[in-house]
């Protein structure tokens, strides 16, 4: 088969357009019946639709976005919208990633943009548990329309400061059923321009664990948030019952109290040293005695009883005072009652004797009548 060959110009000739038939309008082509007219417009959005990408007046969610917005290139996420000449920002999740079952802790996304962005913007969704925004009022809760549950996005874009950071704060209750949780958050930097040039997101992950119970006794560590105060011995939680083992088993701060081991009067003497009365710092073994108050102090078993040169003090010089009692002699007589001591002595028998000679004397020589 012949092909056919180009009709040469003669040079310097220019192109000239057909002439239209004077007063003859331009007719457009008919349409076949029922066809619709569809603009290159719309087939310029089927054909980015095609590559995941749309118009940002159609997806610039300025207002919030959930994650089904995204849902057939999940990892896409904001990109999938903001794609295009600007530097990927930088994106972090933190917050407690151990945590006891129906606590609520506070978690925070930042977004740090690379270029020239002015605005941020995020969405946080978790796999289980119960997002909420109770401190910061730049961010609102969103339902996932085919889900239900509730994300974490921002209700209007948020400016950078100084730094050219924007920071979001919101919280999370862990379910009762906790084992394991994941936080995903994407942060998004914009430039305002109402367009997805100059705009880029990121995504970060947070995993989150159950507090964990290493001695198996119900109650998490004290160090996760729990209220075990050693998590590595299975007689030691809230609640448990005192012990005279050195520990503390009820986690009060207080060892071995209510035990025979104890001291619970502060005396250094427990009932296991032989404290007879550990409510009474003043009983112990060793304790100083005192007689007669019917209390034993020094834990002998007896109280002391009070007599001569036992609990009193003779005072210097000997005993004083009148005598009230018989000092029996020789002869089973007393002598003197009320007299001075001096009489008690040898010289005091020799002046009785003579006393006793001289009414003898005054007898016989009396005359008789």
């Known amino acids: 088969?012949?092909?056919?060959?180009?009709?040469?110009?003669?040079?310097?000739?220019?192109?000239?357009?057909?002439?239209?038939?004077?007063?003859?309008?331009?007719?457009?082509?008919?349409?076949?019946?029922?066809?619709?007219?569809?603009?290159?417009?719309?087939?310029?959005?089927?054909?980015?639709?095609?590559?995941?990408?749309?118009?940002?007046?159609?997806?610039?969610?300025s207002s919030g976005v959930v994650s089904s917005a995204w849902s057939a290139s999940p990892d896409h996420?904001?990109?999938?919208?903001?794609?295009?000449?600007?530097?990927?920002?930088?994106?972090?999740?933190?917050?407690?990633?151990?945590?006891?079952?129906?606590?609520?802790?506070?978690?925070?996304?930042?977004?740090?943009?690379?270029?020239?962005?002015?605005?941020?913007?995020?969405?946080?969704s978790s796999d289980t548990g119960v997002l909420g925004i109770d401190l910061d009022p730049s961010v609102q809760l969103m339902a996932r329309p085919d889900t239900g549950r509730l994300e974490v996005t921002h209700l209007h874009p948020k400016a950078l400061n100084e730094l050219e950071l924007a920071s979001f704060e919101f919280s999370w209750t862990a379910p009762a059923d906790l084992t394991s949780a994941l936080l995903t958050g994407w942060g998004n930097a914009v430039d305002g321009q109402g367009n997805t040039l100059g705009d880029r997101g990121a995504m970060a992950t947070l995993p989150i664990?159950?507090?964990?119970?290493?001695?198996?006794?119900?109650?998490?560590?004290?160090?996760c948030g729990g209220d075990d105060c050693d998590d590595l011995e299975?007689?030691?939680?809230?609640?448990?019952?005192?012990?005279?083992?050195?520990?503390?088993?009820?986690?009060?701060?207080?060892?071995?109290?209510?035990?025979?081991?104890?001291d619970d009067d502060g005396d250094g003497w427990s009932e296991a040293d032989h404290d007879c009365d550990d409510?009474?710092?003043?009983?112990?073994?060793?304790?100083?005695?005192v007689c007669g108050d019917g209390i034993d102090q020094?834990?002998?078993?007896?109280?002391?009883?009070?007599?001569?040169?036992?609990?009193?003090?003779?005072?210097?010089?000997?005993?004083?005072?009148?005598?009230t009692g018989p000092t029996p002699g020789g002869c089973g007589c007393n002598v003197g009652s009320g007299q001075p001591r001096g009489v008690r002595g040898r010289g005091g028998?020799?002046?009785?004797?003579?006393?006793?000679?001289?009414?003898?004397?005054?007898?016989?020589a009396r005359p008789r009548k």
Do not use: K
């Open 1 to 61: 088969m012949r092909t056919p060959m180009p009709r040469a110009r003669s040079p310097g000739r220019a192109y000239q357009p057909r002439a239209r038939s004077p007063g003859r309008a331009y007719q457009p082509r008919a349409r076949s019946p029922g066809r619709a007219y569809q603009p290159r417009a719309l087939a310029l959005i089927l054909s980015l639709s095609a590559w995941g990408v749309a118009p940002s007046t159609g997806l610039a969610y």
């Open 77 to 124: 996420g904001c990109n999938q919208c903001h794609f295009s000449g600007a530097v990927v920002p930088t994106v972090t999740l933190s917050g407690p990633t151990r945590v006891l079952p129906e606590s609520t802790s506070i978690y925070r996304l930042e977004v740090v943009a690379g270029g020239d962005q002015r605005f941020a913007g995020l969405n946080v």
């Open 209 to 223: 664990t159950r507090c964990p119970d290493d001695d198996g006794d119900g109650h998490s560590a004290a160090s």
């Open 234 to 262: 299975a007689a030691v939680c809230p609640g448990a019952l005192e012990a005279p083992d050195q520990l503390d088993n009820d986690c009060d701060g207080t060892v071995d109290e209510g035990t025979e081991v104890y």
């Open 279 to 289: 409510a009474a710092p003043e009983v112990y073994p060793d304790a100083e005695e």
């Open 298 to 323: 020094d834990c002998s078993g007896e109280d002391l009883t009070c007599g001569p040169g036992v609990g009193e003090v003779e005072p210097e010089g000997g005993s004083s005072g009148p005598d």
């Open 349 to 364: 028998w020799f002046v009785a004797l003579a006393a006793l000679g001289t009414r003898r004397g005054t007898s016989r």
